[in-house]
């Protein structure tokens, strides 16, 4: 965990910071992603008015894979949109999930929107937050730990980058597919604290500095935790089913759903 926030930011009174997560653009079918994608826009132009920064917290997209001279075809309205804000001047700040964890320089190159990759802290006027996809983290689900680091190497990038994209995707978008279907039960029932991954992550990182509040997805549940020492774990839920998302007033963070 890094000794300083990675972001700060001073909120004045009618501004506020927006999180979502887990859209899974591409997923189940190209009807039912181009639904979502059309609700997902207009959730980003109803919040424009008064959005000082959105942080979007992994599995954008069911898939996604930057080669050199391509990229996954689709979401056109959607990465129009993001162009859109970032040249209003409102910072958009992309985090990978483990569905499109090799998002590479298309984002910032194209659209000025960084990738992060790991956890952060961010600062929003004098509370602290710690924010990330939450895929790997705590304990348990150790296959998994052991696949990312198998995907996250430069070899197992620089093969797949081989294969030709009329291949490539369509293996990719199967095993998408696989894992989803596999882990939905899992991923979307609450097993109790014990054995929530993400929110014994957060117990680790609050012995070691305090944070007001802990922002996640992943799970693909609306989750409000406390921990202790007036600190609280949230995840911000999906977008196929419930569309919820997170937001900070510069006083308090809470969950909200679209309607």
């Known amino acids: 965990m890094q000794a300083n926030p990675a972001f700060r930011f001073n909120l004045t ?13 591409g997923t189940p079918t190209y009807q039912e992603s181009r639904a979502r994608e059309k609700i997902i826009i207009r959730w980003l132009d109803s919040i424009l008015y008064d959005a000082e920064a959105i942080f979007l917290l992994g599995d954008l997209f069911d898939f996604w894979f930057e080669y050199k001279y391509s990229v996954p075809k689709g979401f056109i309205r959607f990465l129009g949109k993001l162009a859109e804000i970032r040249d209003q001047g409102i910072p958009v700040i992309i985090f990978t999930g483990n569905h499109d964890m090799w998002m590479f320089d298309y984002f910032r190159q194209e659209l000025n929107v960084p990738i992060i990759k790991e956890p952060v802290s961010i600062q929003i006027n004098d509370q602290l937050l710690h924010i990330g996809h939450g895929d790997g983290l705590g304990g348990g689900d150790n296959t998994f730990k052991f696949l990312k680091k198998i995907f996250h190497s430069r070899l197992s990038q620089r093969l797949f980058a081989a294969i030709h994209p009329r291949w490539g995707m ?31 992550y957060c117990l680790e ?23 202790h020492d007036h600190s609280r774990y949230f995840n911000i839920g999906e977008w196929i089913s419930f569309k919820t998302y997170g937001v900070h007033d510069g006083k308090e963070f809470m969950l909200k759903t679209f309607a």
């Open 13 to 25: 009174e009618n501004k506020k910071i927006y999180f979502a997560s887990d859209f899974h653009l």
């Open 205 to 227: 990182v609050e012995a070691k500095k305090h944070h007001d509040y802990y922002v996640f997805g992943h799970r693909h549940l609306a989750l409000n935790i406390p921990l």
């Open 170 to 200: 369509g293996l990719a978008h199967q095993w998408s597919r696989h894992s989803r279907k596999k882990n939905m039960k899992l991923d979307e029932s609450f097993k109790g604290k014990e054995y929530e991954w993400i929110y014994q």
